[in-house]
């Protein structure tokens, strides 16, 4: 199928923002595959790059929507925004959004000079669906794992610096078991006619194995080279359950030791909340990087 736009939410605002580049195309097989990128007014860089993706359970949303406004706020402390669209599923199913979200970090990273980034720090970030993609990229980026060379710049490294992964769905296995603990039914978007699950996978019911999900999830794919990770979630969050969030802080321990990641969980905040995006939230993430990134 091809790139249907869809309705967004309120644009973000980047009113502050002296310098952007809207619907820069970094590949050719999609009019999904074109981010907007987003420059802090001071500073002569090159500046460390966060390569954001926008939620909306695979199936909706813009890269120009109010999602990354909190993002957006970081480039007062230096830091540079490229906020990507991706295959929505409808137009492409699974593995398309991830080969989309490597196209892009090396796209950046071979253009680098190019537009005043530096390609030695690149933070992937996201929410809910751009929360796994954030994620998924984190674990698997630099190595031969979800790449489709043929997009473009095949010499050039996906490879990310660190991540913030924000209420994402991490494990498609025990998300609806964890959803029923907490009290909560599985969500069913009521404009769609089938499940998130199925429609990401591009399958039905029983077609969808353990194997597929297995393959599928950011937490197979975690090794020692786990960047520095922040992951953020709601305690009360409806969509995607809490403990998402909590898999994936485990394993990353587990691999990497509990320096390697940091866990935020506001307690009265749901999916997609406006808790997330305080001044507060911003100065955790802020710290967060600059721990990481400017040593």
């Given at each position: 199928m091809?790139?249907?736009?869809?309705p967004?939410?309120?644009?973000?605002d980047?009113?502050?923002i002296?310098?952007?580049?809207y619907d820069?195309?970094?590949c050719?097989q999609?009019?999904a595959?074109?981010l907007?990128?987003?420059f802090?007014n001071e500073?002569?860089?090159?500046?460390?790059?966060i390569v954001y993706f926008?939620?909306g359970?695979?199936f909706?949303r813009?890269?120009?929507?109010d999602q990354?406004?909190?993002?957006?706020?970081?480039?007062?402390?230096g830091?540079a925004v490229?906020?990507?669209?991706y295959r929505?599923v409808?137009?492409?199913?699974y593995?398309?959004?991830g080969?989309?979200?490597?196209?892009?970090t090396?796209?950046?990273?071979a253009n680098?000079a190019?537009?005043?980034?530096?390609?030695d720090?690149?933070i992937?970030?996201g929410?809910?669906?751009?929360g796994y993609?954030?994620a998924?990229?984190?674990?698997?980026g630099g190595?031969p794992?979800?790449?489709?060379?043929?997009q473009?710049?095949?010499d050039?490294?996906s490879?990310?610096q660190?991540?913030?992964?924000?209420?994402?769905?991490m494990?498609?296995?025990?998300?609806?078991?964890q959803?029923?603990?907490?009290?909560?039914e599985?969500?069913?978007f009521?404009?769609?006619?089938?499940?998130?699950?199925n429609k990401?996978?591009?399958?039905?019911?029983?077609?969808?194995?353990?194997?597929?999900?297995?393959?599928?999830?950011?937490?197979?794919y975690?090794t020692e080279?786990m960047?520095p990770?922040?992951?953020?979630?709601?305690?009360?969050?409806?969509?995607?359950a809490h403990?998402?969030?909590?898999?994936l802080?485990?394993?990353?321990?587990?691999?990497c030791?509990?320096?390697?990641?940091?866990y935020?969980?506001?307690?009265?905040?749901d999916?997609?909340?406006p808790l997330?995006?305080?001044?507060?939230?911003v100065?955790?993430?802020r710290e967060?990087l600059d721990?990481v990134?400017?040593?």
């Amino acid at each position: 199928m091809a790139y249907v736009p869809l309705p967004v939410r309120p644009l973000a605002d980047s009113s502050f923002i002296e310098k952007k580049i809207y619907d820069i195309p970094y590949c050719d097989q999609s009019e999904a595959q074109k981010l907007d990128l987003y420059f802090p007014n001071e500073g002569e860089g090159p500046f460390p790059t966060i390569v954001y993706f926008h939620g909306g359970g695979f199936f909706m949303r813009d890269k120009s929507d109010d999602q990354v406004q909190p993002f957006l706020y970081l480039t007062k402390y230096g830091y540079a925004v490229a906020s990507c669209n991706y295959r929505r599923v409808g137009e492409e199913c699974y593995p398309a959004l991830g080969y989309d979200t490597r196209a892009a970090t090396r796209f950046l990273r071979a253009n680098a000079a190019k537009y005043n980034l530096d390609p030695d720090r690149f933070i992937s970030a996201g929410q809910s669906a751009g929360g796994y993609l954030s994620a998924m990229l984190a674990a698997t980026g630099g190595r031969p794992i979800l790449e489709d060379l043929s997009q473009g710049n095949a010499d050039v490294s996906s490879a990310v610096q660190a991540c913030i992964a924000w209420f994402g769905l991490m494990d498609f296995e025990t998300s609806d078991r964890q959803l029923r603990e907490n009290g909560l039914e599985t969500f069913q978007f009521t404009n769609i006619d089938d499940s998130v699950t199925n429609k990401f996978f591009g399958a039905k019911g029983d077609e969808i194995t353990h194997e597929m999900m297995t393959e599928a999830s950011p937490l197979t794919y975690i090794t020692e080279q786990m960047p520095p990770t922040l992951a953020q979630h709601g305690l009360i969050d409806h969509l995607v359950a809490h403990q998402q969030s909590e898999q994936l802080v485990e394993k990353i321990q587990e691999i990497c030791g509990p320096d390697r990641v940091k866990y935020t969980l506001i307690e009265e905040a749901d999916h997609d909340d406006p808790l997330f995006n305080t001044p507060e939230n911003v100065e955790i993430m802020r710290e967060f990087l600059d721990n990481v990134l400017k040593k």
